[in-house]
């Protein structure tokens, strides 16, 4: 069974800190990976999309990916009080349009 | 105006009723998906669908079932609804050049 594992948390780091959650997946025959940002009672929103080994930056986000490793993980750099929600992470296999989510990291960015 | 649109936002309905929950969507995708989320339980995949004609089970498919009347809408039936499915539904979309799923704002279903 296809699983992706985070740990459920609370994250609590100071406000201007360096957030970094991690999350691993079992199947190796996935392809696609997704950070997901939740606040309390609202839907998921993509923040970030990974395919290839190495990071990926887009403004405070960073992606990182590492196959071999099967672990994703991301970073927020200067940490605001409304980066505070669950992220979620989520792993797709070749072709199938199917991700398969963890349950997510609490994150709270405290001032 | 939102992508992905479902109705309704809250119900609270009684054990046994029948129960639709709608989602349309604007954005011209072709892959539909129903989740439920309980705490702690994370996104668990209901039905989804790939095209008009595609209907498939997720990994908690017992009772509950589904119709896409459209390309841009699929919906949710939970033909006798009990207690344990009280939980917050979301309607999920993906295009044709992607991967990433686009979420609706979500139902909030208790049935009490």
């Known amino acids: 069974q296809k699983e992706v594992e985070q740990n459920s948390g609370p994250l609590s780091v100071p406000e201007g800190a360096i957030a970094s959650l991690n999350c691993t997946y079992s199947d190796r025959g996935s392809q696609s990976f997704f950070w997901y940002r939740q606040y309390s009672g609202k839907s998921p929103e993509l923040i970030m999309s990974i395919y290839s080994n190495g990071d990926k930056e887009d403004g405070r986000f960073t992606a990182q990916l590492n196959k071999a490793s099967q672990y994703v993980s991301l970073l927020i750099r200067d940490s605001q009080p409304s980066d505070s929600a669950t992220y979620l992470c989520a792993a797709e296999s070749g072709g199938s349009y199917i991700p398969t989510f963890g349950r997510g990291t609490s994150l709270i960015v405290h001032p | 105006d939102a992508d992905v649109t479902q109705t309704p936002r809250n119900r609270i309905t009684k054990t046994g009723k029948r129960i639709m929950l709608e989602c349309s969507q604007t954005k011209g995708h072709d892959r539909m998906y129903w989740y439920r989320q309980d705490p702690g339980l994370g996104l668990r995949l209901i039905y989804y669908?790939?095209?008009?004609?595609?209907?498939n089970k997720g990994e908690i498919s017992d009772g509950y079932s589904v119709s896409r009347q459209a390309q841009a809408k699929f919906s949710l039936s939970l033909e006798s609804a009990i207690p344990n499915q009280t939980a917050l539904y979301f309607c999920?979309?993906?295009?044709?050049?992607?991967?990433?799923?686009?979420f609706g704002p979500g139902t909030r279903l208790t049935v009490l």
């Open positions: 669908s790939f095209d008009v004609k595609d209907i």
């Open positions: 999920a979309t993906s295009g044709r050049q992607g991967k990433e799923q686009f």
